[in-house]
């Protein structure tokens, strides 16, 4: 939201309150408070009214540092609470003299001039970013003409401007689909049902970070306004609805560094199980489909040779009008239980497609009104739209009564074979309701698809273990990590809205997210076989992957026999690398660095990475770029060093631009030098016993430079660790494994190798070891 008009004045009727001195300061071990008058005090008589801000400062984890900055203390909270790991009473380091305050947390300090008001955060006393003037400031749409009454309408705003530094690139607030850097945008923190195609998004996270090393995270769960470098090119302002506005500064150095902190903050992405990283089908939306049907797509992925893990049942499986009810329709549906059972006996896992929404229709309609169930009007009656589906209600996640029963109509699915549920919407929730718990019913909006997945992946986790609970989510806020996966919601099906997918779950995951997937071959209307092509390998070299559409089956075979080779042959691909992605994602579920990320993410001080959307790191040491065009080019960027392309072994030198061509069974993947890559030997499937005879393969192991990784088993446990270190001609290994596997080393020809067979393959050493093994290769 911009309040100025320029750089000196204030739109027309708009004030500006802005912290002028501090004029009183309590502190004790873990707070600061301060009264800050928005006028300087001269005399006496200057304290006889007038507006004062309270702000308080606490250090509630290692380099976070929080401010709270209130206008009336007064006002009742009836917001939702994000689910935050504080820890409110952490001593934190202050010093006070007469001009200044100094506020430390770990390497993150805050600098208060306390005469002439201004705000500094630095790291190693160097400014990060910085407030001064009219930055920190209450403002005011209208002057009531009595005092200094807030206005009766509620009319009043905090915000806070924080500086943006010369070649300073912000990212991040949650899933975006325009530009990967924030700079000169305007964003409201506001769940949507509006399409990738759009300024609109399903995941709003009021959090950013910059490529300086540091983050922001404001914690409210109302519509939060960002302003990145436009109302002030040189700031990024924030503003939220009401007498107070709190936020977190968080330290990185690193902008992986800042996502563990904020991950520590907010929760760290749930492991999902290592079935849901296989390639999933659904039924697609609008098309028809009965057993018979769905058995075809199952049987002919099968009969082809692709790997399929999941099948998905789309809305259609409950009869129209009756979204939900959570009854199988038995006009196409006569035996779901039978019908569940012979899917699974094929080996796959069963996903079936809900919403939080009751229609009139439904059998649930009435039980729900009965018993109080749903979202209320202001007047007592159930809140209900024609939007979607007629007369249909919204299930009130605040009911604590409203959940379990939500989540007994669902547990009877899973007791019928259901592993897994779409927890699709989540993004229309009204503002003019009344939720049971008295939530504010502006502030529940965003916070809604909070609860809702909450209560899914809760009932989930209690049904089928920790680790085993997945869904497949569009909505979230803050938290929303916690119950993976998310994809990216509806898009068209062409090159374009392939590019603004990526930019989208790049953003996402730059926003404390570990895992995402998207339509593969778009969701709306039909794509030409060779942009399928295109989004099959883009899709299967993503976190998740899933063949999903609205109108038209996603069946490989549906465009074309080529389009069966390119799903079968990525799928195997995928598959064989889930030694490395599993770990990856193991170490994702630890940390809260996402599987999928962008290039300035992990290659930061390269000023060639900080605009880079159209490729991406698939976990620590796997670059890739999707191919967005008709023409079959390759367009991408290597950093500095030697890069291995991982499916043809050719090696590119790094810090330049490449254009190539490119046939359907490749795409640009490459391991980036000294990276160790463990590679499984299953094709069809991606949980298997990842240490059986893996392979690790070793890239571009360069004069001191030294790798290392571990294989772990599907129950997390580390079954095998690699150390390699090259000095000169000489590389040294130390292998641990409990079970076979070879190392091999990538484009080397070793002339002998000590502790271990080998054998020359190609343009590679491949040694195998039976177990632990301690081996010099001499090159």
Known sequence: MKFGNGCWLQKEGIECFAPQEAYFVNRNDHEVVICAPTHHIAHRGDTLGGINLT???????????????????????????????????????????????????????????????????????????????????????????????MDPEGKAYMRQQLGIDVNEHVYGLGERFGALVRNGQSVDIWNEDGGTSTDQSYKNIPFYLTDKGYGVFVNSSDKVSFEVGTEQVT???????????????????TMKDVLKRYTDLTGKPSLPAPWTYGLWLSTSFTTNYDEETVMSFVDGMLDRGIGLRVFHFDCFWMKDFHWSDFLWDTRVFPDPEGMLSRIKAKGLNICVWINPYIAQESVLFAEGKEHGYFIKRPNGDVWQWDMWQPGMALVDFTNPEACKWFQDKLEVLLDM???????????????????????????MHNYYTYLYNKTVFELLERKRGKGEAVLFARSATVGGQKFPVHWGGDCWSDYVSMEE????????????????????????????????????????????????????????????????????????????????????????????VPMMRSMVMEFTQDRNCSYLDKQYMLGDSLLVAPIFNDESKAIYYLPEGTWTHYLTGEVKEGGKWYEEHCGYLSIPVFARENSLIAVGQEKMKPDYDYAENVEIRAYSLTDGGKASTFVCGMDRQVEATVFAERNGGKVEIQVQAKKPCSIVLVNEIAKDVQGAEYQIKDNDTVIKCAGNAQITVTL
């Open 55 to 149: 702000i308080r400062i606490t250090a509630p984890a290692e380099d976070v540092i929080r401010v709270q900055t209130s206008h009336y203390l007064g006002v009742e909270d009836h917001s939702p609470k994000f689910d935050l790991n504080l820890d409110e009473n952490r001593a934190m380091d202050v010093e006070e003299t007469e001009d200044e305050i100094l506020v430390r947390a770990g390497n993150l300090s805050l600098r208060i001039n306390k005469k002439n008001w201004s705000m500094s955060y630095e790291r190693d006393d160097k400014i990060l970013t910085a407030s001064s003037g009219r930055d920190l400031a209450y403002m005011r749409t209208q002057w009531t003409g009595f005092a200094y009454d």
């Open 501 to 592: 997918s990526l930019r989208g779950g790049l953003s996402l995951t730059m926003s404390g997210f570990g895992y995402w997937s998207h339509d593969i071959g778009g969701f709306e209307s039909t794509s030409t076989p060779d942009v399928y092509k295109r989004w099959a390998a883009f899709g299967l070299m993503s976190s998740h992957s899933r063949l999903h559409g609205s109108t038209s089956y996603r069946v490989p075979w549906a465009y074309d026999e080529e389009a069966v080779d390119v799903v079968r042959y990525f799928t195997e691909v995928k598959a064989q690398l889930m030694p490395y992605l599993y770990r990856n994602s193991i170490e994702t579920a630890a940390t809260g």
């Open 417 to 443: 074979g259901v592993d897994c549920f779409k927890t699709d919407f989540g993004e229309r929730i009204p503002v003019n309701c009344v939720y049971a718990d008295g939530s504010a019913p502006e502030k």
């Open 235 to 253: 700031k990024v302002e924030f503003s939220v609805k009401g007498e107070s506005l709190d936020y977190f500064v968080i330290n990185g150095p």
